[in-house]
């Protein structure tokens, strides 16, 4: 058995390091079965060695968090102690210092996982990337980041982004309105996504000059989209028809990310979904990129990792 101390440069930092009625240093305690010992003002691990040396690791990565003014929260307290129980810690260095976006008020928005940098590299790198995972996963959310950098760098001129009118477990005949209103409340995530990274202001401007076109997927047909950063997301309740009619919309210089998940499937009994489908025939053909997020990628609460992991054993 050993004892090695915390060390912190003031009573803030110790604070953030052991968050909030102490869940962080817990967490870790209990992942690697060791103790926090106070003595005279001073906190230590204890326990066996191996155990302690790798809930130091994770303290020490957490403390570079903090000093990056990163947050620190449970769900990453979490995924730290993974990867360190995988001696996979240092993955995570390049997370640190790496912006992806800056949102309208200000903020930096990171990749919270090593599954989410891959993920963000592959968009930055391919023509067509698809980004399949579990909810919570940052899909749809780090896309329309790639997506805005992309216009605001001059590299698109327009930002298009659709989804199938599929319901899950409702029905649109229900809803008021055209197609286009009776979607409306599917396509609220890319909504709130936009509006976060530009601005209510300018994200209203650039609607109504036709800059930002969100619409339903039926309305691609036809068209070929070019110079535009194109997203399809929630894509697993494509039918193969469909998302071979999306993908032979590219047009020149421009870029489309798919997202989805294929543990929520939404469409009639016998349609195989379009997302595997074009996964299955596409995976090996340069400048497609395909990842595969997992539950280890869930940004969320934690609870959502459970729950995700839980349903992921049972569909096995």
């Known amino acids: 058995m050993i004892s090695r101390k915390i060390e912190v440069e003031s009573m803030d930092e110790l604070v953030k390091l052991f968050g ?42 957490l403390k570079s968090f903090i000093y990056s003014d990163d947050n620190v929260d449970i769900g990453r307290v979490n995924y730290l102690c993974d990867l360190a129980k995988s001696d996979k810690l240092d993955e995570v260095d390049e997370l640190l210092n790496d912006i992806v976006a800056i949102t309208s008020r200000g903020k930096p928005i990171k990749c919270k996982t ?11 790198k391919n023509t067509i990337t698809f980004g399949v995972g579990p909810a919570g996963t940052g899909k749809t959310y780090l896309a329309v980041a790639i997506a805005v950098n992309a216009y605001k760098a ?17 029905k649109l005949g229900f809803l008021p309105g055209d197609l286009q209103e009776k979607v409306n409340p599917y396509l609220r995530p890319l909504y709130d996504a936009l509006q976060e990274m530009l601005g209510l202001e300018t994200y209203g401007k650039l609607m109504e000059r036709g800059t930002i076109e969100i619409a339903p997927l039926a309305y691609m047909r036809g068209r070929t989209l070019s110079n535009a950063y194109v997203i399809l997301d929630e894509a697993q309740n494509t039918t193969r028809e469909q998302i071979k009619m999306f993908l032979t919309r590219l047009g020149e210089n421009s870029k489309m990310v798919i997202t989805g998940d294929l543990t929520q499937v939404d469409l009639p009994k016998g349609l195989t979904s379009g997302l595997k489908h074009a996964i299955k025939i596409l995976k090996d053909i340069d400048d497609i990129g395909i990842i595969r997020l997992n539950e280890k990628d869930v940004v969320r609460h934690p609870l959502v990792q459970k729950i995700v992991k839980a349903y992921e054993t049972e569909d096995k």
């Open 114 to 124: 090593v599954g989410q940098k891959k993920y963000v590299d592959l968009m930055k």
């Open 20 to 61: 909030p009625f102490d869940e962080n240093i817990k967490t870790i305690c209990t992942a690697f079965d060791v103790k926090v010992v106070m003595q005279d003002g001073q906190s230590s691990l204890y326990g066996e060695e191996a155990n302690v040396n790798k809930a130091m690791s994770v303290v020490e990565k």
């Open 154 to 170: 001059k590299q698109v001129e327009k930002i298009i982004l659709t989804r199938p009118a599929v319901e899950a477990g409702e």
